[in-house]
């Protein structure tokens, strides 16, 4: 079975914080994507990466960075956390043709 | 935007009743997908439709595609308490390396 994994499932920090959420597959996926849910609005890609070291920005990427030092791991680096940030954060693996999701992580930046 | 739209936002039925949602897009796609997702949680894959497909059937789910229209539809038939969750469609659009998120349905299915 994929499994995709991030590092916490609730995550509190103060406004202007650095904020690392990290993600980890299991699968040997070359693709990888951070995505944040906001109540109607869906899922919103913010950064996606197709290989090591690469990155591509999604449609949100103000306010966040990304690092993909290895092929298993896709950071998403919140440089200056602030309360617009507060949001469930969803990490995937895969491609076009089916992702894998992991748990998420509910951030609240208060 | 790309992003695809569902309807119902909220649907609210009884256990063994047939439960239908719609997508509809705004672009020529490679495939649409329909993903699960129960409350607080990551997203789970449920069936992939090629944009050549017009039908596809995987257990109690339908999918359906209508290209000419931009537009899918998900049946779940005789649905269960346990099928209570937020459902979303996804497409693959042509020429765009990523899939794109509808805003989703709320199915609720009470006992």
């Known amino acids: 079975d994929v499994k995709v994994t991030q590092s916490s499932r609730y995550l509190v920090k103060r406004t202007g914080e650095k904020v690392f959420l990290e993600c980890v597959q299991d699968?040997?996926?070359?693709?990888m994507f951070w995505y944040r849910q906001d109540p109607g609005l869906g899922l919103r890609l913010i950064y996606f990466?197709?290989?090591?070291?690469?990155?591509e920005k999604g449609d949100i990427p103000e306010g966040y960075s990304v690092s993909r030092e290895k092929k298993e791991r896709f950071s998403l680096i919140l440089e200056s956390a602030s309360t617009n940030q507060t949001s469930m954060y969803l990490c995937?693996?895969?491609?076009?043709?089916?992702?894998?999701f992991g748990p998420g992580t509910r951030l609240t930046v208060t | 935007s790309q992003q695809g739209e569902e309807d119902p936002q909220a649907l609210s039925i009884q256990e063994g009743e047939n439960a239908t949602m719609n997508c509809s897009y705004k672009?020529?796609?490679?495939?649409l997908q329909w993903y699960r997702q129960n409350s607080g949680r990551g997203l789970v894959h449920l069936i992939l439709?090629?944009?050549?497909?017009r039908e596809k059937h995987s257990g109690r789910l339908r999918v359906t595609l209508d290209t000419s229209k931009k537009s899918s539809s998900l049946l779940i038939t005789a649905s269960r308490a346990a099928d209570t969750a937020s459902y979303f469609c996804?497409?693959?659009?042509?020429?765009?390396?990523?899939?794109?998120f509808g805003t989703g349905t709320r199915l609720l299915v009470s006992p």
């Open positions: 995937a693996s895969g491609g076009a043709g089916k992702q894998y």
């Open positions: 699968m040997d996926h070359e693709n």
């Open positions: 990466s197709y290989d090591v070291k690469m990155k």
């Open positions: 672009t020529s796609i490679n495939n």
């Open positions: 439709i090629r944009s050549n497909e």
């Open positions: 996804a497409t693959d659009p042509v020429g765009f390396q990523k899939l794109v």
